[in-house]
């Protein structure tokens, strides 16, 4: 095995051969590099894509801050080496190293990947390869390290459940510390790696999947999921922490650009508006805020931490945020003159938006983001996402005549019971908003339509519908580029198969994992980016394992369909996700939950910590009722009376 100082001296050699070195060297500022030797628990925290996206993704910077805070541990990055580097690594014959001691990603006790969607999955197994790791969990022993993952993509697990060893459903900033303790208690008793397996399957929020099997009916459709070990949870409920965490503020400082070189800070986390097609608004409930002063000093300190010249509150849905306006202020007159960037993401379709960019004072005028997602009242009844074409239209007005110049807009083609119209819709509405524009500001408006194409996910209303075949997204696709067109008019689209694969995985079961790792031994490798994803290749993989890969995605699942990923437990029920599946259908929207709960499941299930946590830090209402055991719960999902 290659020790740190020979993988340094050897990269010597390679680094000024490759594209971009500086993602592979390390040395920046606020990186920690702590004494290896003197260390307990060495945890590789790994993002399967490049340095340049992985560098600009706020829970690895949370996690990394939060282990490193440890006496005991430390956390050191891996990013996916581009194409060049990993062709020179491997001739090489240089393993996966970290960025801060340069350690063989093996060295490590623990594997962390952060997986936020499934096109990084064949990048995990390139990952786990290049840095001497066993790809299958049933064959790493005692001395190979624990590789677990979290992140929104695993709220499906099952498509990788053989390549990981544990995965982390939910937040990750309080279980973190409780698998370091796990694996050090494992350490020191000395047992089978099975125990290990075993105590962390204990842990709320771990999923251990060799703990249970699938079984399927004949046609190939899932059964139900049986837990191999007495003791494992069934279901496996997600962990989230009661009270957000003060924001990190340490943020290491990349010498090169990365996708977005900014202080980002979580002002809010969860979403209460239901939109139905949302993964991240079903599966980050509740909704919980950090205070204005909390935000404001926590930029105040990245700031002087970092020099960055860029903040991002992030959040779902900004608006929604219960001091917005407060916070706009205090950030607007706190940072005016600084030559700050402060940027404001995913408003709300109103002109109250406008006033809020308006109070940040500093921010650019340069173009401004609505997100209709659907063209039609009617369609945007169907997914739940109401606000009218006038208001929409009356947004845009504001928008331009306060300096604006471009506004772009975000639909996506392929909602469920979509007809041709509401694509033409798309075209029509995009020429509505430059009308306005033009009324404006003349001939200098501008409109950017982004239109991506609606993949169903799990733990979601539409986790029942079919998703558009090729030739269904490509026919529409078509449409809007003769449509969407002119001066004044951009329009940018996805390529079709990059949806599918998505989809594929989305919805997938435990028999994907062979598909992956064919299409993975065949060269799959970087899906999410459209120049190096080889289509011909994943279908290669479904027709040697026998699978049809339509079955993922293009059948409409009965409604008393069980999935693979019901044994994992968002806590929001599934009665109400088929209740709403089922309204969508009669165009019946919901207001905001704020306004009127609708039982979804989360109170029930954390009745225990909203009481802890009192008052406006949740945005559910304060309970009075007994906690019901999770279990029973869980039993409700299977009431088919909706049916
Ligand atoms: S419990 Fe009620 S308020 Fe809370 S997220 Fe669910 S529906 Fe919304």
Redesign the pocket.
């Known amino acids: 095995m290659l020790n740190p100082d020979d993988i340094s001296r050897r990269l010597e050699t390679i680094l000024p051969t490759v594209e971009k070195p500086g993602r592979y060297t390390g040395g920046e500022l606020n990186q920690v590099v702590k004494n290896w030797e003197a260390i307990q628990t060495h945890v590789a925290l790994v993002f399967p894509d490049i340095y340049d996206l992985g560098m600009s993704n706020l829970g690895l910077a949370i996690l990394y801050d939060l282990i490193n805070g440890r006496a005991d541990a430390l956390a050191e990055r891996f990013f996916s080496p581009w194409v060049d580097m990993e062709a020179a690594l491997r001739q090489a014959g240089l393993p996966l190293y970290s960025l801060e001691s340069k350690h063989a990603l093996a060295d490590f006790d623990i594997i962390g990947f952060s997986l936020p969607y499934e096109t990084l999955y064949t990048n995990t197994l390139n990952i786990l390869d290049m840095g001497g790791v066993p790809l299958f969990s049933a064959e790493r022993h005692e001395q190979h390290p624990l590789v677990i993952a979290g992140g929104h993509a695993a709220y499906n697990p099952e498509p990788m459940h053989a390549f990981i060893d544990a995965f982390v459903i939910g937040e990750g900033e309080e279980v973190i510390h409780e698998i370091i303790a796990a694996h050090q208690a494992w350490e020191s008793s000395g047992k089978l790696r099975s125990e290990l397996l075993r105590s962390l399957a204990k842990i709320w929020g771990v999923y251990v999947p060799s703990l249970y099997t699938a079984h399927y009916e004949e046609g190939g459709v899932f059964e139900s999921m049986e837990k191999l070990d007495p003791e494992a949870p069934l279901p496996v409920v997600k962990r989230i922490v009661p009270k957000l965490l003060p924001p990190t503020t340490n943020f290491i400082v990349p010498y090169i650009d990365t996708v977005h070189n900014r202080v980002p800070i979580e002002i809010m986390r ?1 979403c ?1 508006r ?1 939109c139905r097609f949302c993964h991240a608004g079903m599966i980050t ?3 919980r805020e950090r205070s204005v002063e909390e935000v404001v000093n926590a930029i105040e300190t990245a700031l002087s931490k970092t020099g960055f010249e860029e903040v991002g509150l992030l959040s779902l849905s900004s608006s929604d945020y219960t001091h917005i306006l407060e916070l706009v202020t205090a950030v607007g007159e706190g940072f005016t003159g600084r030559h700050l960037s402060i940027s404001l993401p995913s408003l709300r379709i109103e002109t109250f938006s406008v006033e809020l960019m308006d109070a940040l004072k500093d921010a650019r005028r340069g173009g401004f983001t609505l997100a209709p997602e659907a063209a039609t009242e009617r369609m945007r009844e169907i997914i739940n996402k109401p606000v009218s074409t006038q208001q929409l239209l009356e947004t845009a007005r504001a928008i331009y005549s306060r300096g604006y110049t471009t506004i772009k807009l975000y639909f996506m083609i392929g909602h469920p019971s979509e007809t041709i119209e509401d694509v033409q819709a798309i075209a029509d509405l995009c020429k509505a908003v430059l009308a306005e524009g033009r009324k404006v500001i003349g001939k200098r408006a501008q409109v950017n339509a982004g239109v991506s194409t609606f993949v169903p996910k799990p733990h979601t209303p539409f986790q029942w519908t079919p998703c558009d075949t090729i030739e269904q997204i490509r026919d529409k696709q078509e449409l809007l580029k003769h449509a969407v067109r002119g001066p004044g008019l951009k329009l940018s689209w996805n390529q079709p198969e990059d949806t599918l694969l998505e989809a594929w995985l989305s919805r997938g079961d435990r028999r994907l994992a062979e598909v992956i790792y064919q299409a993975w031994r065949h060269g799959a490798r970087f899906d999410a980016w459209h120049e190096l994803f080889r289509y011909d290749v994943w279908m290669d993989a479904f027709a040697r394992i026998g699978l049809d890969p339509a079955f993922y995605t293009h059948r409409e699942r009965p409604i008393d369909e069980t999935f693979p990923w019901e044994h994992i437990s968002t806590t ?1 029920r599934k009665k ?1 996700l088929m209740e709403d599946y089922l309204w969508s259908q009669r165009g019946k929207t919901r207001v905001d ?2 306004q ?9 299930t954390f009745a225990d910590l909203r009481r802890m946590n009192p008052g406006e830090v ?4 304060e309970v009075k009722n007994k906690r019901i055991p999770v279990e029973e719960i869980f039993a409700l999902e299977h009431v088919r009376e909706l049916g």
């Open positions: 969860g209460t239901g409930r509740p909704v929001v109400f939950c704020r009127r709960c609708f039982a979804c499941g989360i109170l029930p949740w945005q559910c209402p």
